[in-house]
């Protein structure tokens, strides 16, 4: 056990965990926030993605340790009332079907919207690939991320 | 009469082995003059390929890199070197799952960047991402494929500077030693390990490089 000094949705922790506990058990069962999801455990299907340092990490094979004095941001965090741009979208669009991979979608998009404001479909493709959704929701994950692309621009 | 010419007879042979020995001492001097800049010429090697400076021994150097090739063809290296955007996954050589990009710098692209994934060191268990500190492919710029290349295309690309990663002799024989290179001995589990040992590797690796980094005939 080590204390590990964590910025969560710009809120700083300090826990008293292994280092070597993965970022996304600590997310869950330390501080309750379980917006992100297990999904596969070994970084195949994108459910467990949160920002580190503002890259789509896949929390479930993140050591803990790795995210130590670094800023991590959840979904919880993503925005403060819950109407960043995709998440707009994505309840516009009606995106989720089971809804478990939504949350590592989301996180996803947003780092490929930050990157390229208004990506092309085979942008889109590239980025989302590594996001698996069992429903085959992905034309609907397609329309909403260049939705909230548009919604992105207009609030700016 | 013939007291002289006895006498030039016999000079002959004196005047022979003078000359001899006067040609013995100057081809011991070019000699001398040639070791010593041999010498001097053979540390200039392990900053630049210059097959002129470099101990030349094809033999010796073609049948070392045949063992070079042998690790550099096995998953642990040539999934990392593949001849596409896409690095390849497992022993079969499969294109990645997910299909990550190799991005300009190799690290990958907007949320399929290698470190997402990919830990400073193994992740635990079969089927879980490998890990090394700088995980990564060649960069756009810089492919060094090595996949379908011959032993030939592959030897003449790895001393090309221009194709290598500008490396020149003591970059290359130092790489042998890096840590990204040194993980294909330690993949984690469930992933084979290269043909030969690390350290057979690297004595392979610098025979080839210092008996003039020969290419095979194809």
């Known amino acids: 056990m080590a204390t590990i000094n964590l910025k969560i949705n710009g809120k700083q922790h300090a826990l008293d965990v292994d280092p070597s506990t993965p970022l996304l058990w600590v997310l869950r069962e330390h501080l309750n926030l379980v917006g992100t999801k297990y999904g596969c455990g070994v970084a195949a299907c994108g459910a467990c993605v949160v920002h580190l340092d503002g890259e789509a990490v896949r929390s479930c094979v993140t050591k803990v340790k790795r995210a130590a004095d670094k800023e991590v941001v959840t979904i919880e965090g993503l925005s403060e009332k819950g109407d960043h741009p995709l998440q707009q979208a994505w309840q516009q669009v009606d995106v989720p079907q089971c809804g478990y991979c939504q949350s590592g979608q989301i996180m996803s998009a947003a780092v490929l919207l930050r990157e390229i404001p208004n990506p092309m479909d085979e942008e889109i493709d590239l980025a989302m690939a590594g996001n698996i959704c069992r429903c085959g929701t992905y034309l609907r994950i397609r329309k909403a991320i260049h939705l909230a692309a548009g919604i992105q621009q207009e609030t700016k | ?218």
Not at chain 2, 45 to 60: A, F, G, P, V
Request: charged residues 25%; aromatic residues 6%; positive net charge.
């Open chain 2, 1 to 218: 009469m013939r007291y002289n010419t006895r006498h030039k007879k016999e000079k002959r042979p004196y005047k022979i082995v003078v000359a001899l020995a006067v040609l013995a001492i100057i081809m011991t001097f070019m000699v001398s003059i040639a070791a010593n800049s041999g010498t001097a010429a053979l540390r200039p090697t392990e900053d630049k390929i210059t097959h002129e400076l470099m101990k030349r021994d094809s033999m010796k150097s073609v049948a070392a890199f045949s063992k070079v090739y042998s690790v550099l063809m096995s998953p642990r290296c040539v999934n990392c070197h593949p001849a596409g955007e896409v690095p390849l996954q497992g022993d079969d050589s499969h294109l990645h799952a997910m299909l990550p990009q190799r991005g300009k710098d190799g690290k990958g692209i907007l949320t399929m960047k290698c470190a997402n994934c990919h830990q400073p060191e193994n992740t635990p268990g079969t089927h879980t991402p490998p890990g090394s500190p700088n995980w990564h492919l060649p960069p756009a710029d810089m492919k060094m494929v090595f996949e379908g290349r011959s032993p030939r295309e592959l030897a003449m690309q790895i001393i090309d500077p221009e194709k290598n990663g500008n490396k020149d002799m003591k970059a290359l024989i130092a790489h042998a030693d890096d840590e990204l290179v040194k993980w294909g001995w330690q993949p984690g589990e469930g992933r084979t390990l290269p043909p030969l040992s690390h350290k057979e590797f690297k004595e392979a690796w610098i025979t080839w490089l210092k008996n003039g980094a020969y290419a095979p005939s194809n």
